[in-house]
Nanobody
Framework: QVQLVESGGGLVQAGGSLRLSCAASGHTFSNYAMGWFRQAPGKEREFVASISRSGGSTLYADSVKGRFTISRDNAKNTVYLQMNSLKPEDTAVYYC??????????????WGQGTQVTVSS
């Protein structure tokens, strides 16, 4: 059973920074492409950023380009989202996602429980 646990959310003023972490257990972390999604109240969950298994490729939503950075440390089974220059519209629950691209669970997706990020104006 794969488990993803997010942490690092909180309340911050506009223009501030937060770093989210997603710790994985129960699988071979390097077999998973990882991503961050977010969901604001009353809205659908939306893509924020993703990173390949080795960390060599990243992808960002246009709304966060230049402000957010996704990274991973496979030795620590952890993916990060550094969020700078935060805006009130970044307020959402942020979810970590793992997508298996190898191993016995190939084709499976896994989600964390989410962590709340609130940006005040």
């Amino acid at each position: 059973q794969v488990q993803l646990v997010e942490s690092g959310g909180g309340l911050v003023q506009a223009g501030g920074s937060l770093r989210l972490s997603c710790a994985a257990s129960g699988h071979t972390f390097s077999n998973y492409a990882m991503g961050w999604f977010r969901q604001a109240p009353g809205k659908e969950r939306e893509f924020v950023a993703s990173i390949s298994r080795s960390g060599g490729s990243t992808l960002y939503a246009d709304s966060v380009k230049g402000r957010f950075t996704i990274s991973r440390d496979n030795a620590k089974n952890t993916v990060y989202l550094q969020m700078n220059s935060l805006k009130p519209e970044d307020t959402a629950v942020y979810y970590c996602k793992g997508s298996s691209v190898s191993g016995t669970d190939i084709g499976h997706d896994y989600w964390g429980q989410g962590t709340q990020v609130t940006v005040s104006s």
